[in-house]
């Protein structure tokens, strides 16, 4: 697998990587094994970054990486971000403090069973949070502690990126992009490269739209969130379908399968496209299924896309997507 350094934390990191938030809830359920068995694929595929948050099952995903990393003698040769702040509740920007994030990171550092966690994000926390000096401060002082080796951010909104990177401290941002989110690219990705910020790219395929295997009359579990968060009503709308109304989403993806190339899946062509963004220092799709994730890795060898297919993407989202996703996000 090809490899891209994430900003100037040193990790040389694979350019596909995984993504846990299914094997950690509100994708349906999902047993220990189940989880462990999705860890064990991504690393025979040759994947070495893997990304968690506490919150991913109340520490579930967590501890199911931590027995597989064990299991396979392999913590060294494998990165492992994880995030904190999600589970303050209310979950408000006075609350990101050094004594609740404190908190977090040491159970995370014992679910993950290291001292030092390699790399911890802000898991989206409210807006006015980014613009407190001592939100990051909290941060300084856990990686002066030995805590945390690096540290960034996870966000809902491209503002909120920007103005996180301002801050000396913050390596990496987590940011949804994909071919039905696109405004990273205007700005933001010149700014991060600019910076030498990592740019970890997550809900790469849409929450499945993006794989062409969705139908309108897919039913979802109800513990699955593209059944109860389609408004927005447990957290962010732009973490589920990437914010796109879900008939919207559907007709966009008809328009895009005749531009899929030849020997490629749509979901392969998805996260081509993220990866031919020089910017993107790692991409974190998620599954539970083997066969997918060596799929989603194999996309590392593929060539870049056409110039005739980019532009094709880019002639759907402006006709099907801009209008309700663009500037929202």
């Known amino acids: 697998m090809h490899r891209r350094q994430l900003g100037t934390t040193g990790y040389d990191v694979t350019d596909v990587g995984f993504g ?46 931590a027995e597989v990393l064990d299991e396979r003698g392999v913590r060294d040769d494998v990165t492992v971000a994880t995030k904190a702040g999600r589970r303050l509740d209310p979950h408000t920007a006075d609350r990101y403090n050094y004594e609740n994030l404190s908190q977090f990171v040491d159970r995370s550092r014992e679910y993950l069973g290291v001292d030092s966690l390699e790399l911890v994000q802000l898991h989206c926390p409210p807006t006015e949070a980014y613009y407190q000096p001592e939100t990051f401060a909290a941060l300084d002082r856990l990686k002066d502690e030995g805590k945390i080796d690096h540290y960034g951010v996870s966000v809902e909104k491209v503002e909120q990126a920007l103005k996180a990177i ?13 071919m039905f989110r696109q405004r990273p690219a205007d700005l933001f990705f010149e700014e991060a490269a600019r910076r030498d910020v990592g740019v970890v790219v997550r809900v790469p395929l849409a929450s499945g739209l993006l794989t062409g295997k969705l139908s309108r009359d897919t039913e979802f579990p109800e513990n699955d969130h593209r059944n109860f968060n389609i408004e927005g009503e447990a957290f962010d709308r732009g973490e589920t379908f990437a914010g796109l109304p879900v008939d919207d989403g559907f007709d966009a993806v008809d328009e895009l399968r005749d531009h899929v190339p030849e020997r490629m899946t749509m979901a392969q062509m998805a996260l081509r496209w993220i990866l031919d963004h020089d910017a993107v220092s790692t991409v974190i799709p998620g599954s539970t299924t083997p066969d997918h994730i060596e799929a989603n890795a194999a996309v590392s060898e593929m060539a870049p896309l056409s110039h005739q297919t980019h532009g094709a993407v880019r002639d759907v989202y402006e006709e099907y997507v801009f209008d309700a996703v663009h500037h929202r996000w």
């Open 166 to 178: 301002e801050y000396p401290g913050v390596e990496t941002v987590q940011i949804i992009f994909n």
């Open 20 to 65: 846990t938030w299914n094997i950690g809830g509100d994708w349906g359920d999902v047993d220990e094994e189940e989880g462990r068995e999705a860890v064990r694929a991504a690393l025979d595929a040759g994947i070495d970054f893997i990304d968690t948050a506490d919150v991913y099952g109340d520490g579930f995903s967590e501890q199911r990486i």
